[in-house]
């Protein structure tokens, strides 16, 4: 059985790893969109003419890099660009039904920011897309240090976020929705923090390497930070 979450106070004293900055994916983990996302990959498939795909099928396929999605499906590169499918993706998206905050995040947010723990995002998706989407909420946006789209290798980024803030790894926690997310995680020496409820169910997120499962964002501060 597996648990909501892990209380890092409940680890041995040995094993209880000291937070010092939570990094954040975007969609389905600060954004509640999934059905939104799940919809607009499969609408790129739609007008590709190739079949939809479940969303557990979704869930289990989708990785970093997102196209990998199209070109394991046999949508070759000289057919169909990435930048073209970033296109057919962000129309299919934006037509789709405004995204909603994920429960607790702007709470998670505030309460960082307020023990002075930087809170950044790094997401796979463009740049530009991202950080349209976290204007809309400008006391999230405000309480972010830094806002990072288009990260092809999520774990090189996060040793990179380690290195310019001079942190070990291990004070790093990276919270998002996919098992990619967790692997990633997994191999920059974080901690990963799946989010419940975005793509990927929890007993995958454990699988990939999660070490804290959690359904409210607004949980997160006082499981990781003393």
């Keep these: 059985m597996i648990t909501p979450y892990l209380r890092f106070d409940d680890l041995p004293e040995t094993d209880r790893p000291v937070i010092r900055l939570v990094a954040f994916d975007v969609n389905g983990t600060l ?9 607009a990959l499969n609408a790129v498939f739609v007008s590709l003419g190739r079949p939809a795909l479940s969303r557990a099928e979704i869930a289990r396929r989708l990785g ?6 199209y070109r394991r499906a046999g949508v070759d590169p000289a057919e169909v660009s990435d930048q ?16 909603s905050l994920s429960r607790g995040a702007e709470a998670a947010v505030r309460t960082l ?15 530009a897309m991202t950080r349209g ?14 806002v990072r789209g288009d990260v092809a290798d999520k774990a090189a980024a996060l040793r ?7 942190l070990r790894t291990a004070e790093i926690a990276y919270v998002g929705d996919q098992a990619s997310d967790m692997a990633a995680a997994r191999a ?27 359904c409210d964002l607004a949980e997160i501060p006082n499981l990781i930070v003393r």
């Design 188 to 214: 920059a020496g974080v901690v990963g923090i799946g989010r419940l409820g975005g793509v990927a169910p929890a007993w995958r997120l454990r699988r990939a390497g999660a070490r804290v499962l959690v």
């Design 133 to 146: 989407q976290l204007a809309a909420w400008p006391a999230l946006l405000a309480g972010l240090s830094e």
């Design 113 to 127: 920011r307020r023990r002075a723990v930087p809170v950044a995002v790094l997401s796979a998706q463009e740049e």
């Design 31 to 39: 954004l509640d969109d999934t059905p939104i996302l799940v919809s």
């Design 64 to 69: 970093l890099p997102w196209t990998a999605l």
């Design 160 to 166: 990179d976020l380690a290195r310019r803030h001079g």
């Design 84 to 99: 073209e499918l970033g296109r057919l993706y962000r129309e299919a998206y934006a037509a789709g039904p405004a995204p």
